[in-house]
Nanobody, 124 residues
Framework: QVQLVESGGGLVQTGGSLRLSCAASGRTFSSDSVGWFRQHPGKEREFVAAITWSRGRTVYADSVKGRFTISRDNAKKIVDLQMNSLKPEDTAVYFC?????????????????WGQGTQVTVSS
């Protein structure tokens, strides 16, 4: 079983930046990819970005392309989400999740393990 712990959330002004980290531990060999999702209050969880451990292939939601960058450190088993040019609509709880797949990474059912989430608030 993989365990995931997010960190790096906080309060930032519009146009600012934040860097989220997702640390994986446990049976990380059972995870082929890691994704970031977010959930706005009262709304369903939505895909943000994902990356595969082996080849570093990335996938982004259209709403964050060009502003967010996902990266991984295989040795440390950490996946980061660098968020730039933040907007108030980026305010949400951000979750990282582990998947045994390298495809269909935009879909929630592809993920079997989730972190506890970290709050990101962008003030206008």
């Amino acid at each position: 079983q993989v365990q995931l712990v997010e960190s790096g959330g906080g309060l930032v002004q519009t146009g600012g930046s934040l860097r989220l980290s997702c640390a994986a531990s446990g049976r990380t060999f059972s995870s082929d990819s890691v994704g970031w999702f977010r959930q706005h209050p009262g709304k369903e969880r939505e895909f943000v970005a994902a990356i595969t451990w082996s080849r570093g292939r990335t996938v982004y939601a259209d709403s964050v392309k060009g502003r967010f960058t996902i990266s991984r450190d295989n040795a440390k088993k950490i996946v980061d989400l660098q968020m730039n040019s933040l907007k108030p609509e980026d305010t949400a709880v951000y979750f990282c999740a582990a998947s045994a797949r390298t495809d269909r990474l935009v879909f929630i059912p592809s993920y079997s393990t989730w972190g506890q989430g970290t709050q990101v608030t962008v003030s206008s």
